[in-house]
């Protein structure tokens, strides 16, 4: 029989084998999968709204409240500070009476979106969420402009680099019951490597590994016809699965 430096010994073995296995620990409840309500859609790095907006306006005509955020110094500021704005939102829609949110997270977005389920419990808050070319393990480009240009490398820049303190914080699986489809591309030019979009926890999709044919490049993610298909069928009334097959497109 144990005595109590044995119980204690025993005690921590487990949180620490819970938290090896066990991503970011958030056991609270979850939203419903069968109620879809807002999606919020984080822009990257620069903050432009543009190519988002318009993956907006199809989710809309899908019948979809769909909202593009803007973000803080144009998305080139400190990625939790980002973060807390995403939070903010996410609270606005569901004391509005959203019965959950959506999120799809563009490029830094993703990491934004990856900060905020780490640091606001948003495992606990978002029914799904979709990264599209999210440098969540960094991108070489951040990695020369802190080098070689640190005056031109803002704050989000420098949490970008490869091996950044920040992203090793949110490097741990992802928690469970929150289904996250990530997509990209291997065309990425921005991104370097492009399975840096690679989440453990996620449902992970190189584009090409369903649609050969396609030359998306990392800006024609968020409006690229077979994305925005995967997109739509991810956010939707069934369950989130690995696609099968490459979508139909008009």
């Given at each position: 029989m144990l005595g109590g430096a044995g119980l204690v010994a025993v005690a921590l073995l487990v949180l620490v084998g819970v938290r090896l296995l066990g991503g970011d620990q958030d056991d609270g409840p979850r939203p419903d999968q069968a109620r879809p309500g807002t999606i919020l859609l984080v822009p990257g790095y620069g903050g432009n709204r543009a190519a988002l907006t318009e993956l907006a306006g199809r989710l809309t005509a899908e019948g979809r409240t769909a909202q593009v955020l803007t973000l803080p110094g144009e998305g080139t500021g400190a990625l939790e500070e980002q973060a807390g704005v995403l939070d903010a939102a996410v609270t606005d829609a569901l004391a509005g009476g959203a019965?959950?949110?959506?999120?799809?997270?563009?490029?830094?977005?993703g990491v934004v979106t990856r900060i905020w389920v780490k640091d606001h419990r948003g495992a606990e808050k978002a029914r799904r969420v979709v990264s599209l070319g999210s440098p969540l393990h960094g991108t070489r480009?951040?990695?020369?402009?802190?080098?070689?240009?640190?005056?031109?490398?803002?704050?989000?820049?420098?949490?970008?680099?490869?091996?950044?303190?920040?992203?090793?914080?949110?490097?741990?699986?992802?928690?469970?019951?929150?289904?996250?489809?990530?997509?990209?591309?291997?065309?990425?030019?921005?991104?370097?490597?492009?399975?840096?979009?690679?989440?453990?926890?996620?449902?992970?999709?190189?584009?090409?590994?369903?649609?050969?044919?396609?030359?998306?490049?990392?800006?024609?993610?968020?409006?690229?016809?077979?994305?925005?298909?995967?997109?739509?069928?991810?956010l939707g009334d069934d369950p989130l699965t690995e696609p099968a097959s490459c979508p139909a497109v008009r």
């Open positions: 019965p959950s949110v959506d999120v799809i997270g563009y490029s830094a977005g480009l951040a990695g020369l402009g802190a080098s070689f240009a640190r005056a031109q490398c803002p704050a989000a820049c420098q949490e970008l680099v490869p091996g950044s303190d920040l992203l090793d914080s949110i490097d741990d699986r992802l928690p469970a019951g929150l289904p996250w489809l990530s997509i990209w591309t291997t065309n990425d030019e921005t991104v370097q490597p492009p399975d840096s979009a690679r989440l453990d926890g996620a449902i992970n999709l190189p584009l090409q590994t369903l649609c050969p044919a396609a030359r998306t490049t990392h800006s024609g993610l968020p409006t690229d016809p077979y994305v925005t298909a995967l997109v739509i069928e991810a």
